[in-house]
């Protein structure tokens, strides 16, 4: 059911009578316990006391909100066997008895796409449109990371090599050919799979030729159809990349690790003979998934993943790099801010996703033995995401067509009361969808003419009524904007557990211009607005972090999808014209000339049909139990960003992270 503001909630849109109204909007909250943490700052139990020796897993009472998950199956599991885009939900996996491994040598953390259960307990094959990011983004690992941080200083942790943001890792070197038409990649020698046999330029080969030969159906596969000629192999240590087209953007949009971009390599020997569309790379039985990261899987439910430590890591095996120090580390789904704010009060879990200020205060103020980002462990503690926030809509269906609805709409929020009251002004507002990073500022800089002849800032529910009113509205006895007797639709999902602070901000916004507004948080969001069935959501953009080119694509032809199909990304957008010029940037040179005439006739368009509404920049803020590990990413040392849940983070962490008592 949808959450609706009732009329007295929106009579008054300042201070007091807004909180007022965000508070009484927030979903189960969940009492948040209020006795201090016991003076070593560990409080209760910690979720994973690993199971004795032949004991099941009672690796959390806490994820299960109490309850110990249920024993593994005493017999092999049904193999799953997914059909493209489904999302396998299998018996609980394991292999053999789950060792005994001590809380102090464990690092638990929540992380997932879903609330309160993982929903991909039969999937490691990062490539099915089921798989989540719930340990194959740790398990498996990439030719280089990139860290977004990086300064002349600090550019990789401790152990590894870089520059200027790139971390070499199974690659050793990359190079583009005189017209960015070839990518020669020299992988690192030593690097092995999980079942021992090497890692060459064949699997680099299967991977990209497996892509391109099945898309759109497998993750990633649309854009590798799009570049991907072929892959050559000269010599098991050398893999060329030949291009459709000059693309100088490929290899950091792929291959270099950074917060969720990227995909990995998989083993050839494995993936040979399966049905691409169906393999799930999982039997626990079978020594399966085979990977080349430090971590096997041992067992797998929709409570819990535990990852154990492989000690035969290539890695450490080749001097690469030493072993992680920790033997253990339990995958908790993602839950409401409440519970993460008392798993993380008791000392339950060592990180959790995002949190909002306020449960940050909570959890600071209650247990000592917690820190966030900044140096001062004052606001805005966390780091600013490569994840801008936006409103979105299914712009194939009607009212939403319409740009200058879309407009209407972007009037009737003000950006500065959204962020005062929904974010406790620990963030800042943003018009243009990309991260406000150093390295994108002369791109915000580019388009300030086009900004200046339309401001997308300019709050005022007087041109919202001009246009509707244009448009045939009429506001009916109850002020909502009406046509032939029916209101404008206007129901807004999220994605479970995100934007509870800040949608009854903009939800009281709307309804206040006269747009009969709501929210809901279904446990199929994803779904919904994959598939079109949705007139708006809340959403943020994962793109371009150097340059725009990588988050100008969301809006290509190329993803558009009828309403009722599944689409890469949900904005149902499309402009030819827009389309040719963002093709035509694919080719240039990053901060070039000619690139940046192409970007501000691109953006012209863009701000012209506003395809969604920009909110605002995310900072990301995750307060982490220090007292069994340190050395977790921080203002003072940002070798990556700190979120548990990217690709481009988790695996540099876990390798980073030390005792803390050493």
């Known amino acids: 059911m949808a959450r609706t503001l009732n009329r007295r909630q929106v009579l008054a849109l300042g201070g007091v009578s807004l909180a007022a109204a965000v508070a009484a909007c927030q979903s189960q909250a969940i009492e948040v316990p209020t006795k201090a943490p016991a003076a070593s700052g560990g409080g209760a139990p910690p979720p994973t006391q690993a ?10 009472a806490a994820a299960a909100g ?13 193999a799953a066997t997914p059909a493209a885009g489904a999302t396998v939900q299998a018996a609980p996996q394991s292999v053999g008895s789950i060792a005994n491994v001590p809380r ?46 990086w300064t002349d200083e600090y550019t990789a942790p401790p152990g590894l090599k870089g520059a200027k943001g790139e971390i070499p890792y199974q690659a050793e070197s990359y190079a583009y050919n005189a017209d960015n038409t070839e990518i020669t990649v020299k992988l690192r020698k030593g690097v092995e799979w999980s079942d021992g046999k090497p890692f060459t330029s064949k699997d680099v080969q299967f991977t990209l030729h497996m892509l391109r030969d099945n898309a ?7 854009d590798v159809k799009l570049w991907v000629k072929e892959v050559q192999t000269p010599d098991d240590l050398t893999a060329r990349i030949v291009l459709n087209n000059p693309n100088p953007q490929f290899f950091f949009q792929f291959f270099q690790w950074h917060q969720d971009a990227g ?23 079978k020594g399966s998934p085979v990977t080349t990261g430090p971590w096997k899987l041992v067992f797998a439910s929709p409570e819990q993943k535990i990852f154990d430590r492989r000690d035969d890591w290539w890695g450490a095996k080749s001097g690469f790099h030493a072993l992680p120090k920790m033997k253990r ?162 129901v807004i999902l999220l994605p479970p557990g995100f934007f509870q602070n800040s949608a009854p901000v903009v939800v009281a916004q709307l309804r206040k211009a006269g747009f009969d507004a709501s929210f809901k948080s279904p446990t199929n969001a994803g779904t919904l607005m994959s598939q079109g069935d949705v007139d708006a959501f809340l959403q943020g953009h994962g793109g371009g972090i150097r340059d725009p080119y990588l988050t100008l694509i969301h809006y290509h032809g190329r993803y558009y999808a009828p309403t009722g199909e599944p689409a890469q990304q949900s904005y149902r957008w499309r402009n030819a014209d827009y389309d040719k010029l963002v093709d035509q940037i694919a080719t240039v040179q990053p901060g070039t000339d000619k690139f940046m005439q192409l970007y501000h006739q691109a953006m012209e368009i863009w701000i012209r049909e506003l395809p969604d509404i920009p909110l605002n920049q995310w900072y990301l803020i995750m307060p982490v139990f220090t007292q069994y590990w340190k050395g977790w990413p921080n203002e003072k040392n940002p070798y990556t960003a700190p979120s548990s849940w990217h690709r481009g983070a988790a695996g540099l962490i876990l390798q980073t992270l030390e005792p803390a008592s050493g």
């Open 51 to 60: 199971p004795a020796a032949g004991a099941t897993p009672a690796a959390t």
């Open 66 to 78: 109490g309850a110990t998950p249920a024993a593994p199956a005493a017999t092999k599991p049904a």
């Open 104 to 149: 102090e040598q464990t690092v638990i953390w929540s992380v997932s796409d879903e609330l309160n259960q993982f929903a991909d307990t039969g999937i490691f094959n990062p490539f099915l449109q089921g798989a989540r990011r719930t340990g194959w983004h740790f398990a498996f690992e990439p030719l280089y990371f990139y860290n977004p941080y």
């Open 216 to 222: 759109p159906k497998l993750n990633f596969s649309t």
């Open 263 to 285: 995909f990995p390599i998989v083993p050839a020997h494995v993936f040979q003979g399966q049905d691409p569309l169906t393999f799930t790379n999982l039997d626990l039985s």
């Open 329 to 490: 580390v339990v995958v908790l789904p993602h839950f409401e801010d409440p519970k993460l704010t008392q798993l993380l009060v008791a000392g339950q879990v060592d990180s959790t996703h995002n949190l909002q200020p306020s449960d940050t205060e909570v959890v600071l103020s209650k247990n000592k033995k917690t820190e966030v980002f900044t140096a001062n462990q004052g606001p805005p503690y966390g780091s600013l995401d490569w994840w801008p926030t936006a409103l979105s809509f299914n712009d194939s269906k009607a009212p939403f067509d319409d740009p200058e609805i879309r407009w209407a709409i972007n009037h009737a929020i003000d950006r500065k009361q959204l962020i005062d009251v929904g974010f406790r002004g620990t963030t800042r507002a943003t018009v243009l969808p990309f991260p406000d990073y150093p390295a994108m500022k002369p791109y915000f800089d580019a388009v300030q003419d086009l900004l200046k002849a339309k401001p997308i800032d300019a709050y005022d529910p007087n041109k919202t009524a001009q246009i509707m009113q244009s448009k045939g509205w009429q506001k009916d006895a109850e002020g909502f904007w009406a046509k032939g007797g029916q209101r404008f639709p206007f």
